[in-house]
């Protein structure tokens, strides 16, 4: 199968008018939306028979396929919206005693350290340690110091969260090791691979961590609403959805999750779909040995173009389909990270969208900005340089 301008033409209504770099909200392959859009039909000529009989079969089906492809055991997987739908189950469903701690750390995705700040404020007593993760990193021994100095010195952390790819900064964490460490202290570990399913062959059951929650629609060619979460047997009987419906006593983990009233469980009927998809490009193998040499190519590509670096981290650590690139140093660059912490990030990225028509990352780590560089199967070497010349283009300096 052909990748690239051919593929997306072929395979995905993305307009052409447009070039497509930040994968944070997907994109649906041709054959996977016309999926979503016939079970839609079919649910809507009879939508009582479809929620009483036939969605919850449609429902198992998925969870099994999805187990199969990403090579673990379907009674321990079950399917949620959202990444941060998956991490809200968990947290809430933990007992917390004052003094208890949640381990975050810098890296960690926002709206997760709102939801443990949330956490802390409703139950009293229980505290949160954001952690630093020391940047330029020469080698992943480092993260791991880092995790046990903090964990020795906080002997109360119920819980860490961990990046598998980290969002911003598209670090990919040594997640095993941590997880080993963790346990040896005491530590839940709850691991936010938002980034991972598509994008790294996982290997949950011998992974080890407590909780694992990952996208499917960024990397795994699924509508949004769709992501996995595997929960470790030991903890099947106390988490729950976050919303309370008619199931949420029941004794079997995925029909706890998969019956939640009326609501539209669709994108996870897909992801049968999305597979056969991604198998039809050569599966995930062919699919991480093209993207990772685009996104090597294009790095340095856009690093002598910008007179820039990649983030200083092993190459070892870096995801296989994104990487952060420092923009060019001028003035009107750094107006924008004087400016910047994370707020000004979306409207540089919005300037370069409505004058270029580029949609890129643009990411605030070690007080600088840097393009969050990601590359799909629809992507090709023509939309990089694009990008090399809107971000040139916006952020020159006047005569």
Request: aromatic share 8%; proline share 5%; hydrophobic share 40%.
């Amino acid at each position: 199968m052909e990748f690239g301008r051919s593929l997306m033409q072929r395979e995905y209504c993305l307009e052409e008018t447009s070039t497509h770099l930040n994968n944070a909200s997907g994109a649906v392959p041709k054959k996977v939306f016309d999926y979503q859009i016939s079970v839609m039909e079919e649910r809507e000529r009879n939508p009582e028979h479809w929620y009483r009989y036939v969605v919850n079969d449609r429902y198992m089906n998925a969870v099994a396929k999805v187990a199969e492809f990403i090579g673990c055991c379907k009674e321990n997987l079950v399917l949620v919206e959202t990444t941060t739908s998956g991490i809200n189950a968990v947290a809430k469903a933990m007992s917390w005693e004052a003094g208890d701690v949640i381990l975050c750390t810098d890296h960690t995705y926002g709206a997760n350290i709102n939801l443990v700040q949330h956490v802390a404020k409703e139950n009293k007593g229980l505290d949160v340690i954001q952690m630093h993760i020391p940047l330029p990193l020469e080698h992943e021994d480092e993260v791991i110091k880092a995790y046990t100095d903090v964990i020795e010195k906080s002997p109360k952390i119920k819980l860490a969260i961990i990046d598998h790819i980290s969002s911003a900064s598209a670090i990919m964490f040594p997640v095993k090791r941590l997880v080993d460490l963790c346990h040896e202290k005491g530590v839940v570990t709850l691991i936010d691979g938002a980034h991972c399913p598509g994008q790294v062959q996982l290997d949950l059951e011998n992974l080890g961590a407590d909780y694992y929650i990952g996208n499917l629609h960024k990397w795994m060619f699924c509508p949004r609403g769709c992501a996995l979460l595997w929960i470790h047997p030991s903890h099947h009987d106390t988490t729950h959805p976050i919303i309370t419906s008619a199931s949420i006593f029941h004794s079997n983990l995925q029909q706890r999750f998969s019956q939640q009233a009326t609501r539209d469980p669709i994108p996870y009927l897909t992801a049968p779909k999305a597979i056969e998809f991604c198998l039809s490009l050569g599966g995930l193998d062919a699919i991480v040995a093209r993207n990772s040499k685009l996104v090597k190519w294009a790095a340095s590509m856009l690093s002598e173009a910008w007179t820039s670096t990649c983030l200083p981290i092993p190459i070892s650590m870096r995801a296989p389909f994104m990487i952060l690139i420092g923009l060019p140093d001028t003035k009107v660059t750094r107006q924008y990270e004087l400016e910047a912490k994370e707020l000004k990030c979306p409207t540089l990225m919005k300037v370069i969208y409505e004058k270029h028509r580029v949609f890129t990352a643009i990411s605030h780590v070690m007080g600088k900005l840097w393009c969050r560089v990601s590359v799909q199967v629809h992507n090709c070497q023509e939309d990089y340089y694009k990008l090399r010349d809107a971000i040139l283009d916006v952020l020159k300096d006047e005569p």
